[in-house]
């Protein structure tokens, strides 16, 4: 990991723990619609320790724009649930000895996109109150990958049929929403919501749906290990990034 992102990750991951990972019991499951109790049985979450911090590994394939090829990326990826913070670095190998540099993150509420070529060139430099929505609704809508955080007190649900729940979480100034979607086997396949997409200069709320696939156990916990996430524009349906996490820990506070 390069300089500038490690020392991002000292200043929001490497922290202590706020409060010591409690145990999750059955009783903290009662309160919860019952899709998601049922899903949370099933992954193998009561007895196991809370979430606070996770750090995981992927590799796979990114596609710049909609037009574009295919390209190889490896990538690690540094989530706080506490603080609700995450920043994932990745290169993306665009030819033989080039690669984009690229940290995607939500941090003290406010999410950045910059990628830069051979880690010097600025490619990409986007900040803002629609990004910082944008890099939120990221955070929500992984929480697979840190599944105790489902029991956060100040999540809002509400059950719109019998495979799909909606969400909301308001962190102060902001708020968002999505829905989650079940399998029939009772696992979360697909998290969808309206997420504002950055096309040259013109910025547009459109469709945003993550899926997920491949449920492994990790540190005794089922998570989804395959993944894909995708724009449905207007013209087309663009899907950007499909990977697999090669490497995922819980609860240790140090980089890769």
């Known amino acids: 990991m390069i300089k500038f992102a490690e020392q991002k990750v000292d200043d929001f991951y490497k922290k202590p ?4 990972p409690e145990r999750i019991s059955e009783s903290d499951l009662e309160n919860l619609p019952p899709l998601l109790q049922k899903y949370l049985r099933k992954i193998g979450i009561s007895g196991m ?10 590799k796979g394939e990114f596609k710049l724009n909609p037009d574009s090829k295919w390209k190889s990326f490896t990538a690690e990826q540094y989530i706080n649930t506490e603080n609700m913070s995450f920043l994932w670095y990745a290169k993306i190998k665009m ?63 509400k059950t719109k049929n019998e495979k799909t729940l909606e969400i909301n979480l308001v ?9 989650l979607i079940f399998n029939e086997s009772g696992f979360i396949e697909e998290f969808s919501t309206k997420r504002y ?11 945003w749906h993550g899926y997920w696939y491949d449920y492994e156990k990790f540190d005794g916990i089922l998570i989804p ?4 996430v995708c724009w449905n524009l207007e013209t087309q349906e ?10 995922l820990e819980f609860n240790n506070p140090n980089i890769y």
Request: with cysteine.
């Open 17 to 20: 723990l706020e409060i010591s």
């Open 49 to 58: 320790n809370e979430i606070k911090r996770v750090r995981l590994k992927q």
């Open 238 to 247: 663009y899907c950007y990034i499909r990977a697999k996490i090669t490497d």
């Open 225 to 228: 290990t395959r993944f894909k």
């Open 95 to 157: 030819i033989p000895l080039i690669n984009f540099h690229v940290i995607d993150e939500f941090v003290n509420r406010r999410g950045g996109l910059n990628a830069k070529l051979f880690n010097l060139i600025t490619v990409v430099d986007e900040s803002g109150l629609k990004l910082d929505e944008g890099e939120f609704l990221r955070f929500l809508g992984e929480m697979t990958w840190y599944p105790s955080f489902f029991l956060y007190e100040k999540i809002k649900w």
């Open 171 to 179: 962190q102060k100034d902001l708020e968002i929403s999505g829905n």
């Open 197 to 207: 997409y950055t096309d040259k200069d013109e910025i547009t709320l459109e469709d």
